[in-house]
């Protein structure tokens, strides 16, 4: 297998996000390094999950 990778100019005018996961990544352009790390120490069923209701987004 051979991948050949050119680098050009990239320009991002906006990002909307809608949502999110408990473990997320946006990733715009190069990174040399990305290290995560998260921790959680609630237990599972003190957890309230759903139902989410939509932010507003100012008249989008």
């Known amino acids: 297998m051979e991948l050949n990778v050119i680098n050009r100019e990239l320009n991002v005018g906006e990002i909307h996000v809608i949502g999110i996961t408990t473990s997320s990544l946006l ?14 120490d609630t237990p599972a069923e003190s957890l309230i999950i759903g139902p989410f209701v939509p932010l507003s987004t100012g008249g989008r």
Do not use: P
């Not at 990733?27 to 959680?40: E, H, K, P, R």
């Open 27 to 40: 990733l715009v352009g190069d990174a040399n390094t990305i290290q995560l790390a998260s921790t959680f």
